[in-house]
């Protein structure tokens, strides 16, 4: 049991890795875009609505990918142990309530 667990873990590591280095490049498009508007209205006088919402949901996107790679790398597991275990009935409260 313990060896299938440890081999679940390392496999959600390795999914939150690749899912954290795509978020470096949604970083990288979220700024040639932003400069791209920026020049196209600036410089040229036109505007793009749909480059401003790639934008807008790039950047939500890079919050959301970003978040569990960045926690995965600063804090210790004696913490996220602690959250996981306040957060689940918290959750569950809030389930109920619903």
């Known amino acids: 049991m313990r060896n299938t667990t440890a081999r ?3 496999g959600i590591h390795c999914i939150t890795a690749a899912v954290g280095r795509l978020a470096i490049w949604c970083s990288l498009y979220i ?5 791209a508007v920026v020049v196209m ?3 040229f006088g036109l505007g793009s609505i749909r ?3 790639s934008v807008l949901y790039a950047h939500a ?3 959301m990918l970003a978040a569990a790679w960045v926690l ?3 804090l210790s597991l004696a913490f996220r142990n602690r ?3 306040g ?4 959750c569950a409260a809030f389930l109920v309530y619903l």
Do not use: H, K, S, W
């Not at 957060?87 to 918290?90: D, R, V």
């Open 51 to 53: 480059l401003q919402e």
């Open 83 to 85: 959250a996981d275990a």
């Open 8 to 10: 679940i873990a390392d």
């Open 41 to 43: 209205r600036y410089l």
């Open 61 to 63: 996107a890079l919050f």
């Open 72 to 74: 995965r790398g600063f």
């Open 87 to 90: 957060g689940a009935p918290l």
């Open 31 to 35: 700024v040639i875009a932003e400069f």
